[in-house]
């Protein structure tokens, strides 16, 4: 049976279509679910893609937090469904108390466009199980606010519960030569304790299409099909 | 029911970087401000909220900023009533 993935757009979103080709690449059917829309037509997966949500009026994901969807997203996630939340994504998840932690702006204000290099931790999650631990990838980052922050219980437990799916390194995997947002121990992405809802700043999607010289993201997109292959 | 207007402040959590402040505290003292320290940048909002009494306004808005107006993981805020 063909995976169903279903893409969140809200105002602002501008990754939609990069999520969405990267699905449809993994194999799956991907289609788009508004904002305003509760009903995720039978979702497999939720994408929450990249972009300026409510252009990120207040605080990144402050606001796109309480539209429609999101509770239909938050009961999805509760009954273990697979949601992915990239850059904006990861933003709004964390706003809705989906994941811990929040992302504040980069620790040296500029807007950080460009390839990181990034470990893989975590494996046992909805997104990762296709990669190894250890595993070195390149994907693109560009955000503004993506300074990784908690608590220090909360930071002791993200660590402690191995709850880090991607650190970032060194393009080469070797230590970086300066951080690249100021994210605490240099998170780049988490999952929650259950591993189905994920986050992360880089973009998976702007790595899963050979055209593009780099398909080291595409696991984040196949990794789903062994997930629900397994819950089946 | 009355209308009370409220000013919320919304400020980075102490002890957690400010970039923009430390930008703002940088740019003071090449200015001659060098008496300047301790910049925090956040944010200001003003509304109006109809209650009853000014002590139901406050509960209303310190709701607002624990449900939007800050983030709870790295905000602080403070909440004025006037009248």
Not at chain 1, 205 to 210: E, I, L, Q
């Given at each position: ?116 290099g990034l470990k ?17 990838l ?28 991607v ?21 780049a ?44 | ?83």
């Open positions: 049976m063909t995976m169903k993935v279903a893409v969140v757009r809200f105002p602002g979103s501008n990754c939609d279509d990069d999520s969405l080709q990267s699905a449809a690449r993994a194999g799956c059917k991907a289609y788009y679910v508004w904002h305003r829309d509760t009903d995720l037509h039978g979702a497999d997966v939720v994408i929450l893609p990249g972009g300026f949500s409510y252009g990120d009026y207040l605080r990144s994901g402050a606001i796109a937090r309480f539209s429609p969807v999101m509770q239909s997203v938050l009961e999805f996630a509760k009954q273990g469904g697979p949601v992915l939340g990239i850059c904006n994504g990861f933003q709004i998840l964390c706003e809705a108390g989906m994941l811990p932690g929040a992302l504040m702006r980069n620790g040296r204000l500029s807007f950080v466009s460009r390839p990181v893989v931790e975590r494996t046992e999650t909805a997104f990762t199980s296709r990669y190894a631990r250890g595993d070195l390149r994907m693109p980052v560009a955000h503004g606010e993506g300074r990784f922050t908690a608590d220090a219980g909360t930071l002791e437990r993200i660590e402690g519960d191995g709850l880090v799916v650190r970032y390194v060194g393009l080469d995997g070797g230590p970086l030569p300066e951080t690249i947002n100021g994210s605490v121990n240099e998170i992405g988490i999952s929650n304790a259950a591993g189905n809802v994920v986050g992360l700043m880089p973009h998976p999607d702007r790595a899963s299409d050979p055209a593009l010289g780099n398909t080291d993201g595409l696991g984040f997109f196949t990794s789903v099909l062994d997930w629900a292959a397994a819950k089946r | 029911m009355t209308t009370f207007k409220v000013h919320v402040r919304v400020v980075p959590r102490a002890g957690l970087l400010d970039p923009q402040g430390q930008a703002v505290e940088h740019a003071l003292t090449a200015l001659g401000f060098a008496e300047a320290s301790g910049v925090r940048v956040g944010k200001a909002i003003e509304l109006a909220v109809k209650a009853d009494s000014k002590a139901a306004a406050e509960a209303r808005a310190r709701a607002m900023c624990d449900k939007l107006l800050a983030n709870p993981v790295t905000e602080d805020y403070l909440v004025e009533v006037e009248g």
